[in-house]
């Protein structure tokens, strides 16, 4: 009699690490920020990646990478336009636009995360800024007829 046992491959753990090491190969230039926290720049557009200690890092919003920052694209309503968090702001031109996209496009596809059918369509905005309605997510605002 014969007795045949089978076993199971390991899968494979892809640590932070090797994600990071994957990128590196597609191109992408990496700088050690802070403990498990990697920016990631390519093209001139950069995100921010961090170990999350799960099966899959947290990717920060990308954006235009402007001096030490990144400013994220935002919509003005007339306007598109990239804004670091020091207040820098530049009007967003069609080959950035191109880029970021691209640059989004490969990040995902490097670190192995799921591709959203509407983030592939094109960009995506976090902030909608629109002079008409400037302050409006900060409360009610002041009335010109209340004193």
């Known amino acids: 009699m ?18 990071i090491a994957n990128l590196e190969k597609l191109g992408f230039a990496t700088q050690s920020e802070n403990a498990g926290s990697v920016r990631v720049l390519r093209h001139g557009c950069g995100a921010t990646i961090s170990d999350t200690a799960k099966d899959k890092p947290s ?14 694209l935002v919509d003005g309503g007339y306007q598109k336009f990239f804004l670091t968090p ?10 950035q636009l ?14 192995g995360l799921t591709s959203l059918y509407n983030e592939s369509l094109g960009t995506t905005f976090s902030e909608h800024l629109y002079d ?3 302050d409006r997510d900060r409360g009610v605002p002041h009335r010109p007829w209340e004193k």
């Open 2 to 19: 014969i007795h045949m046992f089978f076993r199971r491959e390991k899968q494979k753990v892809v640590t932070f690490g090797d994600r």
């Open 59 to 72: 990717v920060g919003k990308a954006g235009l990478a402007i001096g030490k920052e990144i400013g994220i």
């Open 86 to 95: 020091s207040g820098v702001k530049e009007p967003a031109l069609a080959p």
């Open 98 to 111: 191109k880029a970021l996209h691209a640059f989004e496009e490969d990040l995902r596809e490097g670190l």
């Open 132 to 134: 008409r309605v400037q």
